[in-house]
């Protein structure tokens, strides 16, 4: 058995949807091709409503179970509510989603980006493209707080002046303040680490304000949540962003996906997001690590991964550090078509979680447990 944990509702299924439909579609291909060590995946699903309680309440059911790994968390919030219980129980943790990096801890590896893969290379090309003033408006909750602190760091080093940033909690949907002070900065870019359904309406009220013509928002989380399908073309002119996966990818990977997910799923399907792949792509390397270890046993199925585990994925090349528990993956930047979709306008092949690998080293440190920080 298995488990997984998403927000298959409340205000945060905006992103749990596509990661729940990415989760059941890999047990099902892993099935379909012989499931692990001969045997069929049996999957345990817990949904946590996009609640913190039903989140640690959830992990701890997980955890008293038999089960051989669990894949799950969005929120760098509900991580950390969930890691806790997977390190007292010992049980092998992936977290399958993008975030402000920094952690570091032998049962837990993740698939997901990190700010040297993401905010970097965005901070860098937004200032050689559209210019060095920046404006950052973030979540109120370690992500935001985080990814903020790491803009600050990179700045220097890519020519950017970080001119304000701005927190709001999950539920702010009102920025009429905050887009004055905006106007009052005069900034060329806004560097926007918002998150959830509320934090939407940030982008419709900018465009409103007229704010659109005189700067331009880069964003490491627009789209994760669909954005570019709920809001109307003028809402999302020329906004950028950078992901590791798009739909839009003409590989013959990604194409087979996109076919294998639309006849799950149907061709009306909204999008795939990053999230979704990531998830995918943490499915089967925990399966095929596990494969090659002989069994599911959590030391020697993390000592496989450990090795520099690979796998061809929608999105490319993925290879786990061993490490550092992360992955390197291509990086693409890409900006809003104005038809529900993107345009990739620059890829880097590659790129390694730098930070992580640096502060962090499992094999010879396993007992290192924490998050660092910029």
């Given at each position: ?10 205000p ?117 493209n ?30 950017a ?38 934090h ?12 659109a ?5 880069v ?64 499915w089967?390397m ?17 000592a496989?991964?450990q ?13 786990m ?30 790129v ?23």
């Open positions: 058995m298995v488990g997984s944990i998403l927000d298959e509702t409340g945060l299924n905006i992103y749990g949807t596509p990661m729940v439909d990415a989760t059941r579609l890999a047990v099902d291909h892993i099935n379909a091709t012989g499931g692990v060590l001969g045997r069929p995946l049996e999957l345990v699903e817990v949904d946590s409503k996009s609640d913190q309680n039903e989140y640690i309440n959830g992990a701890e059911r997980l955890a008293s179970m038999d089960l051989a790994v669990v894949h799950g968390g969005i929120t760098s919030a509900s991580r950390e509510a969930i890691r806790p219980v997977f390190d007292d129980a010992e049980m092998l943790y992936f977290y399958n989603v993008l975030y402000e990096g920094g952690v570091c801890d032998i049962n837990t590896f993740i698939t997901g980006t990190v700010p040297t893969q993401q905010v970097e290379p965005l901070l860098r090309w937004a200032t050689e559209i210019g060095p003033k920046v404006y950052v408006v973030a979540a109120d909750y370690n992500y935001g707080q985080i990814s903020a602190d790491w803009a600050e760091t990179y700045a220097p080093s890519v020519g002046e970080i001119l304000a940033t701005d927190f709001f909690p999950l539920d702010v949907s009102e920025f009429g303040t905050t887009l004055s002070a905006i106007q009052d900065a005069d900034p060329d870019v806004i560097f926007s680490f918002l998150v959830g359904g509320a939407i309406s940030f982008y419709s009220q900018f465009a409103a304000s007229g704010l013509d005189e700067m331009t928002i964003s490491t989380t627009f789209g994760l949540g669909n954005e570019h399908i709920a809001l109307e073309p003028a809402a999302q002119e020329n906004l950028y962003v950078a992901y590791s996966y798009f739909q839009e990818l003409d590989t013959p990977e990604n194409t087979a996906f996109v076919a294998a997910w639309q006849d799950a799923y149907g061709g009306d399907y909204p999008y795939i997001t990053d999230l979704a792949v990531d998830t995918w792509d943490g089967h925990w399966a095929e690590a596990t494969e090659r270890a002989g069994t599911t046993d959590r030391e020697a199925v993390i496989e991964l090795k520099g585990a690979n796998f061809v994925s929608p999105r490319g090349l993925v290879v550090d061993g490490a550092a528990h992360h992955v390197t993956v291509p990086i693409r930047i890409a900006v809003t078509d104005g038809a529900n979709g993107f345009d990739v306008i620059s890829t880097y092949e590659s390694g979680p730098e930070f992580e690998q640096q502060q962090c080293d499992l094999v010879n440190d396993p007992d290192v447990n924490e998050q660092f920080t910029p």
